[in-house]
């Protein structure tokens, strides 16, 4: 899966902005990025979001233990890969129907974040158990929400384009061909939201940066710390 939001949308962390190298280019440039998605990963659906920038997903490759899902309600657009483990209970919560899959879930949390707070976002995922990373953007409010689960099961980076932009994708050599080298996983037990920035689930109130060291940019390993 693939998510690049324009940085009107989605405001990136100084520490990726900080080190974005010359042979960055631009993902949203003449479709660039979702060319290149489209070519590595056959099969592939690519959602246009105007301005905003563009999801991606394909079944392509799909590990069967994190399977991808696409769905979108009431404008609001989620690209999810994993599984939740207590689906059963987080129906009954935001009163879903029998058949709504990881992906209505997620939807439906936001939208409760979004309309019957206050419902802070920490606590929207927190609620969540299982082995997930998500990228959702709400068209109607610019919006954008972005996660992991606390132990980082599933493959997820990030990173910024030369203009800015954030690009998220479960697919480093994607991330990479946008970014170059900026770019990093996605912190585990971390979320991101255009209102609050980086945040973790132990510390919500206080927003995160990437710490800027070698391990952080292009191995496996992911940082963040508090400001």
């Known amino acids: 899966m693939l998510a690049v939001l324009h940085k009107s949308v989605a ?18 440039k003449d479709g660039f990025l979702a060319t290149h998605f489209s070519s590595v990963h056959p099969g592939s659906v690519v959602i246009n979001l105007a301005s905003s920038g563009f999801l991606a997903y394909s079944s392509d490759r799909q590990n069967p233990l994190y399977p991808r899902l696409f769905a979108v309600v009431d404008d609001i657009f989620c690209l999810f890969e994993g599984h939740i483990n207590n689906v059963a209970h987080l129906k009954q919560q935001y009163g879903l129907s029998k058949t709504a899959n990881e992906v209505i879930i997620v939807i439906e949390a936001y939208r409760t974040l979004r309309d019957r707070g206050p419902y802070p976002a920490d606590q929207v995922v927190r609620d969540i158990q299982g082995k997930f990373a998500f990228a959702l953007f709400d068209t109607t409010s610019k919006a954008t929400f972005i996660a992991s689960d606390a132990d980082g099961s599933v493959p997820f980076f990030w990173g910024t384009d030369s203009e800015g932009n954030v690009v998220v994708s479960d697919d480093s050599e994607v991330v990479k061909q946008g970014c170059g080298k900026s770019f990093a996983p996605f912190p585990k037990g971390c979320f991101f939201t255009s209102s609050g920035g980086l945040r973790s689930y132990e510390h919500p109130v206080n927003e995160l940066k990437a710490a800027k060291s070698r391990q952080f940019w292009g191995d496996s390993h992911s940082h963040a710390k508090l400001f």
């Open 11 to 28: 405001k990136c962390p100084e520490a990726l902005l900080q080190n974005t190298q010359p042979q960055s280019v631009s993902a949203l």
